[in-house]
């Protein structure tokens, strides 16, 4: 298996496997990543979804990676 960068579809060497529960409800697709704790999101079909996912995890990451560095500073 390879993993690649979210943003340009690179094999990208430090990855990391994540479980996706996906649902659909009524029109909509929705998901859960539950190793990152209120990472949920939407989308109109499965494909939307999959996108969506990978920008929630994208910015559950980033707000985590500024949380520890504002730690790391007091």
């Not at 579809?9 to 649902?23: A, E, G, Y």
């Not at 659909?24 to 209120?38: I, N, R």
């Not at 109109?44 to 920008?55: F, G, I």
């Amino acid at each position: 298996m390879v993993a690649y960068n979210i943003i340009n579809q690179t094999p990208h060497p430090n990855f990391m496997k994540l479980k996706v529960l996906v649902w659909q409800e009524q029109d909509q697709w929705c998901a859960s990543v539950p190793a990152l704790p209120g990472c949920h999101t939407w989308g109109d079909s499965y494909d939307h979804l999959m996108e969506m996912v990978k920008e929630a995890v994208e910015g559950w990451l980033e707000v985590a990676s500024e949380q520890e560095e504002a730690i790391k500073k007091i």
